[in-house]
C-alpha cells in the first residue's frame, strides 16, 4: 500500500456532489479521534494546520485557485511523509481535514482507509476506501487497497476480485499480483497463484517477495499434483 499522495495535475479534482459530501463526511466525523495541534510548513512558513486550512479556503475564495492548490498540495505530502514514518494519528488529522476542508481530493479519503487497515480495522478502511471509489472507480490503487481490507477480514474470493479488477485497471501492478497470488495460495488455488507470482516477477525481477512466493506456490502445486496420482 502506497502511502504517497497523487499529484493533481496543479488543479482540484472534480467537487462532490452534495450526497457523496454528507455521506463522506458523516463517516469520518463518525471516526472523529483527538490530535494534537499540528504544525506544518507552508510556503515556507511553519502555520498550524487550522491556520493552512483557513488560508488555503481564503486563497480559493479570492479566485487564486493555483496558490490554494499548493497549500493543500503541501499538506497532503507533510501527511504522506508522517505517514511513511508511521505517525498514523498525525497523517489522518490532516487527510481528514483536507478532505473535510475540500472533498475533491479523494486521495485523502482513500489514505485515511490505508491508515485504518494498518491499525487493523479492516471493517473501517473498506468503508472509506468502497467511498472513495465512488467517485473514483477507475483508481487502481484504491482497487489493490479494498482487496488488502477484504483480505484482513478473511473475505478471501472478494480480496481475490478486487485484486484481479486492480490488474484489468492497471496491468502493470506489481503489488496487485503479488497480493493476488498471496490470496490465491490461501484458497488452495496453486495454479491461479503460481500464473499471478510469475506475472509480479516478470514486471519487477528483484521483487524477492514475489520470487520467494512464486517458489513456494509451485512447490505446493507440485505436490498436491504428486499426492492427486497416489
Not at 30 to 51: D, E, F, H, W, Y
Request: proline share 3%; charged share 25%.
Amino acid at each position: 500500500m502506497s502511502s504517497k499522495p497523487r499529484k493533481s495535475g496543479g488543479a482540484i479534482r472534480r467537487a462532490s456532489s452534495p450526497a457523496e459530501r454528507n455521506a463522506a463526511v458523516a463517516l469520518l466525523q463518525s471516526l472523529t479521534r483527538g490530535n494534537q495541534p499540528l504544525t506544518i510548513q507552508v510556503n515556507g512558513k511553519p502555520l498550524a494546520l487550522s491556520q493552512a486550512l483557513t488560508l488555503a479556503e481564503q486563497l480559493g475564495n479570492a479566485g487564486q485557485i493555483q496558490a490554494a492548490v499548493l497549500v493543500y498540495q503541501q499538506l497532503l505530502e507533510q501527511a504522506a511523509e508522517w505517514h511513511r514514518s508511521r505517525r498514523l494519528d498525525d497523517a489522518e488529522a490532516v487527510y481528514r481535514q483536507v478532505f473535510e476542508a475540500q472533498p475533491a481530493y479523494i486521495d485523502a479519503l482513500h489514505l485515511l482507509g490505508v491508515i485504518y487497515s494498518q491499525r487493523g480495522d479492516h471493517v473501517t478502511s473498506e468503508r472509506l476506501i468502497r467511498q472513495a471509489l465512488r467517485e473514483n472507480p477507475q483508481a487502481d490503487t484504491y482497487q489493490n487497497n479494498l482487496g488488502k481490507a477484504l483480505q484482513g477480514q478473511g473475505r478471501l474470493e472478494e480480496a481475490a476480485d478486487s485484486y484481479q479488477r486492480t490488474v484489468e485497471l492497471n496491468p502493470e501492478h506489481v503489488l496487485a499480483w503479488n497480493n493476488l497470488g498471496k490470496v490465491c495460495m490461501e484458497l488452495g488455488k496453486w495454479e491461479e497463484a503460481v500464473s499471478a507470482f510469475r506475472r509480479a516477477v516478470a514486471l519487477r525481477p528483484d521483487f524477492n517477495e514475489a520470487q520467494r512466493n512464486l517458489d513456494e506456490a509451485q512447490q505446493q502445486q507440485g505436490g498436491e499434483g504428486a499426492s492427486s496420482r497416489v
